[in-house]
């Protein structure tokens, strides 16, 4: 069967600082090369810090904005160019959900009418928004309120409501939880994993917080300045990463064990500027294990068994 979702060496730059008579704009490869592949009713988990194009990922993935290079297949399709009919049917099957809840609602209408929304651009019946309104945990009397009438927390089940209206195959999660307190980010957690089951979804959930993606991600891949150093399946990942960086992350992690809590953090430093990354690997100005090669060539993407790493010590390192 065909993969849901095939993105094959995704490249995007942006232009930084202003281009004048005497100077040509510089630009910098917010996504350098990434591929990846979703299968249906997975969830790929996609974590690293700001800045290193995960929210650009998600948004070439989804078509939002167009790659400078590479290409995305859904379901066995190219996605299609300027055909607003093929978009329109595409669009009912992956959709969006952003950290910023309220900001995807307009203040002035009802949450009705907002859940509605999509299936009247979509000519579909309006009964569906009470389905998912049920689905998500919203009473019915919510409906006739205001955003600024409810919590974070269902701010944000609305907007999930709104989004399985049009039953999606597949959507991509940014940071769906990172604004909301913890005990309200483990609620909404286990509503997307429970609809998950439920309808067969698959995701994409971008993340900078590996404690959310341990629930949920069935893989997990690593992404350091435009580039992905390390994908593999969520239990070896959290057993033992290969590729430096993504052990860095792993460590800083709060465990509740306290006989891993002793051991110290890494310290690896701040993320150098997304605009400007370092030759070679471009990990190795912060990474303890450089070498002169480091320096010198950037590791490919290798494979180990089932998982993959980008990184130029991974047999020494893993002995
Ligand atoms: Fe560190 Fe070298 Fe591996 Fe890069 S290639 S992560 S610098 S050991
Ligand atoms: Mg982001």
Redesign the pocket.
């Known amino acids: 069967m065909t993969a849901l979702l095939h993105a094959e060496s995704l490249r995007k730059s942006y232009q930084v600082g202003r281009r004048s008579l005497f100077r040509k704009a510089r630009r910098f490869n917010a996504v350098d090369g990434v591929s990846l592949t979703l299968e249906r009713g997975e969830t790929l988990g996609i974590v690293g810090e700001s800045g290193c194009g995960k929210s650009t990922l998600s948004r070439l993935v989804l078509g939002l904005s167009p790659c400078d290079e590479g290409g995305v297949v859904f379901d066995g399709t190219p996605l299609p160019g300027q055909d607003t009919e093929a978009w329109r049917r595409l669009r009912r099957r992956v959709q969006l959900i952003y950290q910023d809840a309220a900001g995807a609602l307009d203040p002035r209408q009802t949450i009705r009418t907002q859940i509605e929304e999509p299936l009247r651009i979509h000519g579909l019946p309006l009964e569906r928004a009470q389905k998912a309104m049920a689905d998500v945990g919203l009473v019915p009397a919510m409906g006739s309120r205001h955003p600024f009438e409810l919590s974070g927390g269902q701010l944000q089940r609305v907007v999930i409501a709104r989004a399985l209206t049009l039953n999606p195959d597949l959507i991509v999660m940014d940071e769906p939880v990172s604004a909301l307190d913890v005990s309200i980010q483990a609620q909404i957690v286990n509503l997307i994993q429970d609809l998950q089951r439920d309808r067969g979804l698959a995701y994409l959930f971008v993340t900078h917080d590996l404690s959310v993606l341990r629930h949920v991600s069935d893989r997990v891949a690593v992404m350091y300045l435009g580039e992905v150093v390390e994908e593999a399946p969520r239990d070896a990942f959290f057993d033992g990463a290969l590729?430096?960086?993504a052990r860095a992350l792993l460590e800083a992690v709060p465990v509740p064990d306290p006989a891993r809590r002793s051991r110290a953090a890494p310290r690896i430093g701040d993320p150098p500027n997304p605009a400007a990354p370092p030759p070679a690997?471009r990990?190795?100005p912060r990474?303890p294990?450089?070498?002169d090669v480091?320096r010198a060539e950037r590791?490919a993407l290798r494979d180990f068994g089932g998982r993959r790493a980008a990184?130029?010590?991974v047999e020494e390192?893993s002995q």
């Open positions: 590729h430096p960086y690997c990990f190795h990474c294990f450089a070498t480091c590791p990184c130029h010590r390192l």
